[in-house]
């Protein structure tokens, strides 16, 4: 049988009048230099020559029209400002892109394995985005995922649209009125709370100083169980979502609010603690919930139970997950 296998990765250019320059090259230099201090210390992180390196910072300059390094005496090779912006921005920018080519890896090998002689119909998974369980599906051609909120997961679910609804709901517990339909089966506990920008520097240590301190929030999309967790939490603390500077500004992803807060876009949004780590990014938590995947009682899935080991093994790798343990 053939089986084929999708990589799509981060690239493009820069095109700028004095010419075209490619996007993951610039920044592999950038990102060496800063980390080396020395020209021929990320030549030798990138396999590349120190005449090849330097051929190739020049390009970069001239072609911008711009210093990107500046020699200092003493202390090698350092970016200048603009240097660092520009590495900041392509790096920013490589962040945000991570989670949507990881999810599209997934649909595209699950659409090559029907070019396949012959294919057992993959196991249909709408899930809310998760970072440690996008991992476990990635390149899986046994499985057709579609990334959602966890309330149109369900919808999907009770549709008949799709087999699996991965989803959570601020809490240890499944919400009770699944209980009566489906099997919630929970795969691993994990940690949300605020991420903040390196080093919190508006000193937040809760939902009530995102009020009090005129924070701007990146906040989930609707129907989001993040965004759902976060209405209940407001309503508990009687706080006004409308007080909170930019409530209504929403991103789909966990990377992605991590990306904007990195960026400057925002000052906190609320995601899991890996998402902030993965960045370097302060995190200030506010719950441990876990995370379920839904089915009907009558489903027996050997996929099912690949998809729920895989996650299991895969929890010391991600900060502020562990076991769900027995619940359920």
């Known amino acids: 049988m053939l089986h084929m296998r999708a990589r799509l990765e981060f690239a493009g250019s820069l095109v700028v009048s004095g010419g075209e320059l490619a996007i993951p090259e610039t920044l592999a230099l950038l990102e060496g230099i800063s980390e080396r201090r020395t020209l021929r210390g990320a030549a030798e992180g990138l396999g590349l020559s120190y005449r090849s390196a330097w051929d190739r910072l020049r390009t970069i300059e001239k072609n911008l029209g711009r210093n990107v390094v500046v020699k200092t005496k003493g202390h090698g090779t350092a970016l200048t400002p603009f240097g660092r912006e520009l590495r900041e921005a392509l790096s920013t920018s490589r962040a945000r892109l991570a989670a949507a080519l990881e999810a599209e890896q997934s649909l595209l090998e699950a659409g090559l394995a029907s070019l396949a002689e012959t294919r057992v119909r993959p196991l249909r998974i709408a899930t809310s985005h998760d970072p440690l369980l996008a991992r476990v599906l990635s390149g899986r051609t046994d499985v057709d995922v579609a990334v959602t909120g966890s309330e149109a997961a369900l919808r999907r679910l009770a549709a008949g649209d799709v087999d ?29 709370g605020l991420i903040l920008g390196r080093g919190n520097p508006l000193g937040i240590a809760s939902l009530a100083d995102l009020v009090r301190k005129r924070a701007r929030l990146i906040n989930r999309q609707r129907d989001s169980g993040t965004r759902a967790w976060l209405d209940r939490m ?3 603390e009687g706080l006004d979502p409308r007080s909170i500077v930019g409530y209504a500004s929403e991103e789909f992803t966990h990377q992605a609010v991590a990306a904007t807060v990195a960026a400057g876009g925002a000052d906190a949004g609320l995601g899991v603690r890996a998402a902030a780590d993965a960045l370097g990014l302060a995190f200030v938590p506010l719950g441990i919930e876990t995370f379920f995947l839904v089915a009907d009682r009558g489903l027996a899935s050997p996929v099912l139970d690949e998809v729920a080991q895989a996650a299991a093994s895969l929890l010391e790798e991600f900060g502020g997950y562990s076991s769900a343990g027995g619940i359920g």
């Open 234 to 236: 407001l309503a508990g």
């Open 164 to 192: 699996v609804a991965g989803c959570h709901f601020g809490g240890a517990e499944p919400d009770p009125s699944l209980a009566a339909r489906w099997s919630a089966r929970p795969i691993f506990r994990r940690e949300q």
